[in-house]
Each structure stands twice: as C-alpha cells, then as structure tokens.
C-alpha cells in the first residue's frame, strides 16, 4: 500500500512544485542534484484540446477529454507558470470547479460510474488502493467523496494518521462536504489526536460543537481520547 499511498497523497496535496532554473551564487560550489519533472506533453496537449472544446461549447467532449487526462495521466505534472508545475488533477479541477454549469454536467454524467466503481471497490471487503482510485478517478462526485471519506477511515484504521489527514485536505472543498461535514470533522479531529496534533484536534472537536448533529461524534472523540491517556499510577 506504499507506494499507492505515496501517489495518491501527492495528488491530494495538490501543492504547486517550484524547480530553481539554476544554482545561485552561494550554492555555485554545492554538488548539483538534477531534479526530473514526471511531466507529459500527451497530457498537456490533451488539456489544451479540451479547453478548445469548452470553448467551442463542446462541454460534453470537453469533459470527457478532460475525464481521460484524469485517468490516463493521474499523476503528471502541468506546467503553471515559470519553473512552477500542478498536478493534472488539480488542474483539471480547478478548470471545472471555476465553471458551475461544467461541474454540474460533469457531476451529472460521472456520478453514475462513480457509483458503479465505489461499490466494487468495496466487493468482497473494501480495498484502499481501489477505494484511492476511485476518490481519484471521480474526485468531484459525491461517490468519490465517499471513497475518499472511507479510505481515511482506513489509514486511520491501519495507524497512517498523515495519509488520512491528506486525503481529508483533498476533499475540504469538495461540492458535497456540507452534507459530510460532521463526519469529515471526525476523521480529521481523529487524525490529529492520533497524530499528537493537540491544536488541529481541538479545532475541529471545536467546529463539532457547533454543529446541531456533532453530539455523538464529540461523545466518540472522548471515548478515543480517554483511550489514548495514560491511566494515572
């Protein structure tokens, strides 16, 4: 799981990665470490293809060529400005993100995949690299919220603390995290609390208190917490 792990949370960082152009002055006598950059002209070319689309109002094609990027070049990175490079998927995101009537007609048209591809990757016990994939594959759906939401639980699961907190992050704009957000609050308080990050847990144990359904979730935080203290000698 790894190594799955290890792609799956570069992708949900979603960070921008700055590469120096070259050495300054004062690292000129410092041995030189050649940095390689997982790009793809075929992606980027792909990208450019789909935005002429949306722009000929080709929404449809638009989104299946930006679906393809997605599945074929999941974890390349796109050039974004001078030495500055994202992540395809963040990329793509953020393109359809920007639009509301393109996130609905992507929601629209994948969601049903979605589902079709979270309910195998719990046949026969839920899988986490199956589960990453399709949090991956179908990011802005609601299933691929809920396989996000159901892998943290199991990196939670499996004591990977970090791992359940990145895929938490990647999810925290996500269209349908109002109707999750209790839950999600959970795991990511869960996360901190198993991670001896005090500070991270008591703002999300904080934000649950301030929902009308957070009770029973403050309650389980207790329970894990008292479990987690040392009983006095």
């Known amino acids: 799981m790894t190594t799955f792990r290890v792609c799956l949370v570069a992708s949900c960082l979603g960070v921008a990665v700055s590469v120096p152009a070259g050495p300054t002055f004062a690292q000129a006598d410092v041995p030189q470490v050649p940095v390689y950059i997982d790009s793809s002209p075929t992606a980027q070319e792909l990208i ?7 722009g000929q109002d080709r929404l449809v094609d638009g989104i299946r060529t930006y679906q393809r990027v997605i599945e074929e070049y999941p974890y390349k990175l796109m050039p974004r400005g001078e030495n500055l490079y994202a992540d395809t998927v963040v990329q793509i995101h953020q393109a359809i993100t920007d639009r509301p009537d393109l996130l609905d ?40 919220l809920e396989a996000a939401l159901r892998l943290a639980g199991m990196l939670l699961e499996a004591a990977d603390p970090t791992g359940a907190s990145a895929v938490l992050d990647n999810v925290a704009d996500h269209p349908d995290l109002s109707t999750q957000a209790t839950r999600w609050r959970l795991l990511h308080a869960a996360a901190a609390l198993y991670a001896a990050q005090f500070e991270q847990f008591e703002s999300h144990a ?12 403050l309650a389980q935080l207790r329970d894990w917490r008292r479990d ?6």
Not at 206 to 217: I, K, S, V
Not at 228 to 233: F, S
């Open 48 to 54: 450019k293809q789909a935005e002429h689309l949306i």
């Open 105 to 144: 007609l992507y929601r629209r048209h994948y969601e049903p995949a979605a589902k079709r591809a979270l309910e195998l990757a719990q046949q026969d016990g839920a899988d986490a690299e199956r589960l990453g994939t399709v949090a991956v594959r179908f990011g802005l759906c609601p299933s691929g």
């Open 206 to 217: 904080g934000a649950l208190q301030q929902r009308p359904d957070g009770a029973a979730a």
């Open 228 to 233: 987690l203290t040392p009983a006095p000698k």
